[in-house]
């Protein structure tokens, strides 16, 4: 594994306990710019694992709780006039930051929801026809309750596809919750996390991913997956092109953490899930039978030939 990328995880373990893996996917969506949806209930650490991140590459951190009254100018900013002189001048919102943590984000109105489709997709915000560059690296994080419908806008199709990666982060083990209580008890160590990175080395590797080796006959292996998910019997939608895109990206970045600088199939299986979970649409049926997401691309997997090579 990467130098830079194991000492930024051991340095958000002090503040996530238990959770490893959920941080290297995290991870691995910044290596490719990408942003995240972490779906799970309340009091699991996902405001937590989002700062974390955020400290630990010394990064500008913005939080938005969203709520019913959020408008999009909160988001991305607006023009006040200047008596002095006599002009507009943009005041900066929420998103001119590195990483910007969109806290229950389905509890906001659908207006302010495709607010982000743009910070989302082309990194800038466009505000009375002038566009305003994001920093760089930049990153949306965005959490929801999977469990509690009262009051929230369900995140419609097209903002899903612009998550690169949909995560859960669940319960810890016995052992793990025990240690929480030995670490949070008195203090909160995310007030003590020290970064051990900047923003600049994160720019350096994501274009290290970006030259990691793809074989052509794997790229014909993740077109055919994309593929079976539109032809599954479980599936109603199947993934869309930028959820090919995505994939494969996914599994660069991957390979990268794992300390390769090529792909291999378990890469592109392993980042499947994660990348096509909420690019899907189940049908009925699937769903009468107790068929997840998961389980249905799983199932898509299991369907197309693993090439050799």
């Known amino acids: ?17 238990g959770k490893r893996t959920v941080l290297e996917y995290l991870l691995t969506a910044l290596l490719c710019e990408g942003h995240v949806l972490i779906e799970d209930v309340p009091g699991v650490g996902k405001t937590q694992m989002v700062a974390s991140l955020a400290r630990s590459v010394n990064g500008v951190f913005h939080r938005v709780q969203f709520t019913p009254d ?42 302010t929801q495709s607010s982000l489709l743009e910070i989302m997709e082309e990194y800038q915000v466009t505000v009375d026809g002038k566009t305003y560059p994001l920093p760089r690296p930049f990153m949306v994080l965005a959490t929801q309750n999977p469990i509690e419908s009262f009051g929230t806008y369900p995140l419609p199709e097209a903002q899903l596809d612009r998550f690169f990666l949909k995560l859960v982060i669940g319960y810890p083990e016995k052992d793990q919750e025990k240690e929480i209580l030995d670490r949070y008890g008195s203090k909160n160590p995310l007030k003590e996390l020290e970064p051990v990175s900047n923003p ?22 993740i077109v055919d997956l994309i593929e079976q998910t539109r032809k599954s019997e479980h599936i109603l ?13 996914a599994s660069k970045a991957w390979a990268y953490i794992r300390g390769r600088n090529y792909v291999l199939p378990d890469d592109i299986q392993n980042m499947a899930s994660l990348v096509l979970r909420h690019r899907i649409m189940i049908s009925q049926e699937a769903k009468m039978n107790g068929i997840t997401a998961d389980e249905a691309v799983a199932d898509a997997i299991s369907k197309v030939q693993v090439p050799l090579f």
């Open 1 to 17: 594994m990467n130098v830079l990328v194991e000492s930024l995880i051991q340095n958000m373990e002090k503040i996530i306990i």
């Open 70 to 111: 959020v408008m999009p100018s909160d988001i991305m900013g607006f023009s006040m006039f200047n008596p002095a002189t006599r002009e507009f001048e943009y005041r900066e919102g929420a998103a001119i930051c590195n990483f910007l943590l969109a806290d229950e984000v389905n509890r906001t109105s659908p207006k």
């Open 237 to 249: 939608l199947g993934a869309s092109p930028r959820g090919s895109l995505n994939l494969y990206r």
């Open 200 to 221: 600049a080395d994160v720019l350096k590797l994501q274009a290290q991913v970006r030259e990691v080796h793809v074989a052509q006959v794997l790229k014909h292996y």
